[in-house]
């Protein structure tokens, strides 16, 4: 009989424990990363090409729109990761929207927001977790 695997049956130095490991130096990492660019980073910053990241990223969200429903329609396994996918990416566009806005801007973008971006992020999540099959427990 063979040792029990630990860490979700992955072998030691498996891409499976490696990848885990690496995810875990990132949650590590990140945190001072996000301190030191609160502290370098200037408040306010012109950025090029601003028009062309909002339309690629508003057409991006379209597209995993569409993959989603695709995916749901064919009831595919990739369902799950694309209502996962817009569902955060939904988040990051109220994120941005808000956070970069000003004045009158500001309070469309929460309106935004509120009653339309988040809203479908939480839908795009339920649509991913529910289409998962439910079946029958494995014992052990």
Known sequence: MRPPRRLGGAAPWSPLR????????VALLL???????????PREHVAPN?????VGFDLALAALAAAAVLAFRRRSPWTPVFGGALAAALVCDAWF?????????????????????????????????????????RPG
């Open 18 to 25: 490696i990848g885990v490991f690496v995810l875990a130096g």
């Open 31 to 41: 945190p001072a990363w996000a301190l030191y660019l609160a502290v370098a980073l």
């Open 97 to 137: 929207d808000v956070l970069t806005s000003d004045g009158s801007d500001r309070r469309v973008a929460v309106a935004l927001a509120v009653f339309a971006e988040l809203p479908v992020a939480v839908l795009a999540a339920v649509v991913g977790v529910r289409s998962v099959p439910v079946g029958p427990k």
């Open 50 to 54: 601003w028009d062309v990241v909002w």
